[in-house]
C-alpha cells in the first residue's frame, strides 16, 4: 500500500516550489521586456439575430511593464452592429487573435499615468463601462498596468514567509536549548515559571541555568 506520509514532507514544499518556478518566469519576463514587447490577444465576434458583440482581451509587456486589458461591445443598432461586421472582417485578416511583438517596446500604460505614488511607480487602470446606441448597446472598457517588480514580489512573498518563520522558529529552538526565555532572550535560573524578564510563562523543555 501506497503510503502518503512518506510523500507529506514534499507535498508541503510544493507551493514554495511553485513560487519560485514562476518568480523565476516573471524574472525571465521582467528582463525580456527591455528586448522586446510581447503581446498576446484573443478576439472574439459573437452573433445572434439581433446583436453583434466584440471581445478583446490582451496582455502586454514593454519596458518592465506589463499590461492586462479588456473591451467588450455590443450592440442591436444597425449602423453599429455593420461597423463592428466590418471591424470582424478587417480584424480577422490584418490582425487575428494570438501572439505579436512591438518594436521598439514601450511601458505598455494607456491614457499616461497620474501624479500619485502609485502611478509614478508605474501603476495604471481604468474602468470605463457605457450605454451606447442610446441604450441599444453596451461598452466595457477596462485595464491595468503594472511593473513586473510588483509581480514578482507578490510571487516571492510566500517563499518570504516561509524563509522568515523558518529563522523565527529556529531562533526559538535555540533559545530553549540555551535555557533563555524564546520571547525576551533572559535567562531563565532555577525553577522559575514565570520569566523573570517578560513575565510569561516558561515554556517546557527548556534548559535551566543553574
Ligand atoms: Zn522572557
Not at 519596458?63 to 444597425?78: A, I, K, Q, V
Not at 521598439?104 to 481604468?126: A, E, I, K, V
Not at 446606441?133 to 503594472?146: F, H, I, K, S
Amino acid at each position: 500500500m501506497l503510503r502518503i506520509e512518506r510523500f507529506k514532507p514534499y507535498l508541503r514544499q510544493i507551493p514554495l516550489i511553485f513560487c519560485l518556478a514562476l518568480a523565476a518566469g516573471v524574472v525571465a519576463i521582467w528582463v525580456r521586456s527591455y528586448f522586446v514587447a510581447d503581446r498576446y490577444r484573443w478576439i472574439s465576434f459573437d452573433r445572434s439575430e439581433d446583436w453583434v458583440a466584440y471581445t478583446r482581451l490582451s496582455v502586454g509587456t514593454g519596458l518592465g511593464g506589463m499590461n492586462f486589458s479588456y473591451n467588450y461591445e455590443r450592440t442591436s443598432e444597425p449602423g453599429h452592429r455593420n461597423l463592428l461586421e466590418q471591424l470582424r472582417t478587417t480584424t480577422l485578416q490584418t490582425r487575428p487573435s494570438g501572439y505579436s511583438q512591438a518594436q521598439p517596446p514601450r511601458y505598455p500604460l494607456r491614457g499616461g499615468s497620474d501624479d500619485s505614488t502609485l502611478g509614478s511607480l508605474g501603476f495604471g487602470w481604468f474602468y470605463l463601462p457605457e450605454r451606447v446606441d442610446d441604450g441599444a448597446g453596451r461598452r466595457l472598457r477596462m485595464g491595468l498596468t503594472v511593473p513586473v517588480w510588483s509581480v514578482f514580489a507578490a510571487c516571492m512573498s510566500y517563499p518570504f514567509a516561509v524563509y522568515v518563520a523558518g529563522v523565527l522558529r529556529r531562533q526559538r529552538e535555540d533559545r530553549i536549548a540555551l535555557g533563555l526565555c524564546p520571547r525576551c532572550g533572559y535567562a531563565v535560573k532555577d525553577d522559575a515559571q514565570r520569566c523573570p524578564g517578560c513575565d510569561r510563562p516558561v515554556p517546557a523543555g527548556l534548559v535551566r541555568h543553574a
